[in-house]
C-alpha cells in the first residue's frame, strides 16, 4: 500500500500534496502525526520562532512601557510569554481531552502574545497609571483572566454561531489580519517602524530586506524539499550574516545575558476591577473570530478541507488555557499566530513533531535567557523581507475563502459595504490615530463604537456578521434553523 493510502486512512495527511512522488523522509512533513528527522524537522521548526519571536514579545514592550514597569519586571514578562507560547502551542498539538470536551485543535498550531489586545490593554494601564492605582500591570492581568469567559462562550456556542459565519465573513475578517499583518511586515521591512529606529527605511535596511525577500522567492520557486519548505529560515540566515558584515547586529545582550532564570508564577500580581475587566470582553470575541479564520486556513489550505466542529472549538478552549498559562506567568494573552498559520498553509508542512520542537525551544529560551536573545538580535529588516510574503498569503486566502461559491450581486453588495465600513472607518495602516484626520472622523461617535473602530480586525469582524444577518432572506433563517436541529453542515449561497 503506497504512504499517501496509508496515512489517508487514518486521516493524518495533507490532501493538498502528492507524497507518493516525494522522498518518504520528506513526504513525513506533510504528515500530521508523523515524526521526521531531527535535520529536517528542526530548521522548520526555527522558521516557526523566527516568524512569530518578534510578535511575541512586542505586545509586552508596549504595555510594560505605559504600565511604568522596571527593567527586572519586564524580563519578567518577556521570560513568561516565551512559556507560555510553548506550553500553549503543546496544547493545541495534543489537546487535554476530557469525555467527548477537548481543549486544544489536535492541529498544527503556533501560538503567542496576541497584539489584538494592545489598544484596551494600553487604555487600562493608562488609566491606572493616571490613577495612582497601587499595581497597574495587575489591574491588566486581572481583567485579562475575568473577561477570558467571552471566547469560552464563543467556543460553547460554536456549533450554532458557525452559521452565521459563512466563508464570506470569515475571508472578510482574515482580510482585516492580513492588513494588519503587512503593516507589520513593512515595518520590519524598513527597520522595525519609524518610532522605534531612526534609520527607518534607510538604504542599508531595505537593501537588506529586499535580499532576504529575493533569496525567499527563489527558493520558493526553483527550491525543492528541506531548501523550499524553510525558504523563510534560509533567507533569513542569509540576511543575518549580511547584516552582520554591514555592523547591524547588535550582540550585547547575548554577552550580557544571565545564563540560567526559572520563570516565576504571579511574580507581578492580579487585581480584579469591575471596569478593567469590562475593556477586554468585546476584544476577545474579535480575537476568537480571527482564531476560527486561522484555523480554517490550516485545515482548508494544507489539508484540502474546513476544520470541524471539534477542532475549532478545541481553538478556542486552547486559546483560553494558553492565556490563563500566560497570565500565571506574567505575561499577556496568548492566541492562535496568523502568521504561522500562513506558513503552515504555505509550506504545507503539517507534522506536529515540527511544532513540538518550536515548543520545547520557546520553554528552553525561558530558562536560557541567552537563546532569547540570539533569536531577538535577529534585525528588523531581515524578519521583515522573511515574513512579508508569508503575511501576504494571508491575504491571498481571505480572497480565495470570499470567492468561495462565486460572486452573486447579493454577496458583491455585502461585500461593498463591509468594505465601505469596516475599513473606511479603522484607523490609518501603520499610523498613530491622535493628530490623524481619522481621530476627527470618530470624534463625535459614542465611546462604544469608538472602541469598535479603534481596532481594524473587531471592526470588520463585527460589520461583515451583521451585514451578513441584514441580507439573509426568511429561506437562509430556515435552512440554518434545519441545520441546527439536524446538526448537519449548510451550503452557502
Known amino acids: 500500500m503506497s504512504m499517501k493510502k496509508l496515512v489517508e486512512q487514518n486521516g493524518w495527511t495533507s490532501a493538498t500534496v502528492d507524497l507518493d512522488s516525494m522522498d518518504p523522509e520528506v513526504a513525513k512533513m506533510h504528515i500530521m502525526e508523523s515524526r521526521p528527522k531531527f535535520k529536517l524537522a528542526y530548521p522548520l521548526s526555527i522558521q516557526h520562532i523566527l516568524v512569530m519571536y518578534a510578535s511575541n514579545l512586542v505586545p509586552i514592550m508596549v504595555v510594560a512601557g505605559v504600565a511604568q514597569l522596571t527593567s527586572d519586571q519586564t524580563v519578567i514578562m518577556l521570560q513568561g510569554a516565551l512559556i507560555a507560547a510553548g506550553l500553549a502551542t503543546l496544547i493545541n498539538l495534543y489537546p487535554i481531552r476530557i469525555g467527548g470536551f477537548q481543549i486544544g485543535a489536535n492541529l498544527p498550531i503556533m501560538m503567542g502574545t496576541s497584539s489584538t489586545f494592545i489598544p484596551p490593554m494600553t487604555a487600562v494601564a493608562a488609566a491606572a497609571v493616571a490613577m495612582g492605582h497601587h499595581n497597574p500591570i495587575g489591574l491588566v492581568l486581572g481583567g485579562l483572566l475575568v473577561a477570558a469567559i467571552a471566547e469560552v462562550l464563543l467556543g460553547v456556542f460554536y456549533k450554532y454561531l458557525k452559521h452565521f459565519l459563512p466563508p464570506v465573513v470569515l475571508g472578510c475578517s482574515l482580510l482585516s489580519v492580513g492588513i494588519m499583518l503587512i503593516g507589520i511586515g513593512i515595518n520590519n521591512f524598513g527597520g522595525g517602524g519609524p518610532g522605534t529606529n531612526p534609520n527607518f527605511g534607510s538604504p542599508q535596511n531595505l537593501s537588506v530586506a529586499f535580499l ?18 524553510a525558504s523563510a529560515l534560509f533567507a533569513m540566515i542569509t540576511g543575518y550574516i549580511v547584516a552582520m558584515m554591514l555592523g547591524m547586529v547588535n550582540f550585547t545582550p547575548i554577552v550580557e545575558a544571565r545564563i540560567f532564570a526559572v520563570p516565576m508564577p504571579f511574580t507581578l500580581g492580579i487585581v480584579f476591577e469591575p471596569w478593567a475587566i469590562g475593556m477586554f470582553f468585546a476584544v476577545y470575541v474579535a480575537s476568537g473570530l480571527a482564531t476560527i479564520g486561522y484555523t480554517h486556513t490550516i485545515t482548508s489550505q494544507s489539508m484540502g478541507r474546513m476544520s470541524t466542529n471539534k477542532e475549532t472549538a478545541g481553538a478556542l478552549y486552547g486559546d483560553v488555557l494558553g492565556t490563563i498559562v500566560a497570565l500565571i506567568f506574567n505575561a499577556l494573552p496568548n492566541t492562535e499566530f ?101 481621530s476627527l472622523l470618530i470624534q463625535h461617535l459614542p465611546g462604544w463604537m469608538q472602541f469598535i473602530t479603534a481596532d481594524r480586525i473587531l471592526l470588520m469582524s463585527v460589520v461583515a456578521i451583521l451585514i451578513n444577518i441584514l441580507f439573509m432572506t426568511k429561506e437562509d433563517f430556515a435552512r440554518i434553523a434545519k441545520a441546527i436541529r439536524s446538526e448537519e453542515e449548510i451550503e452557502y449561497v
Not at 529575493?214 to 519548505?229: A, C, D, P
Not at 530558562?367 to 515574513?387: D, E, L, N, Q
Open 212 to 229: 532576504v525577500f529575493t533569496v525567499y522567492v527563489v527558493l520558493q520557486r526553483f527550491g525543492t524539499g528541506i531548501w523550499k519548505m
Open 338 to 438: 496568523g502568521q504561522n498559520a500562513a506558513l503552515v498553509a504555505y509550506t504545507k508542512v503539517i507534522s506536529k513533531w515540527v511544532l513540538t520542537l518550536s515548543s520545547i525551544t520557546l520553554i528552553a529560551a525561558s530558562f536560557f535567557p541567552p537563546i532569547g536573545a540570539v533569536f531577538a538580535s535577529m534585525p528588523a529588516a531581515v524578519i521583515g523581507g522573511g515574513i512579508l510574503a508569508v503575511f501576504a498569503f494571508i491575504m491571498t486566502n481571505a480572497l480565495v475563502l470570499i470567492s468561495k461559491d462565486g460572486f452573486p450581486p447579493k454577496k458583491i453588495t455585502q461585500l461593498c459595504v463591509t468594505f465601505a465600513i469596516g475599513l473606511g472607518f479603522a484607523p490609518p495602516i501603520g499610523a498613530g490615530v491622535a493628530g490623524s484626520n481619522y
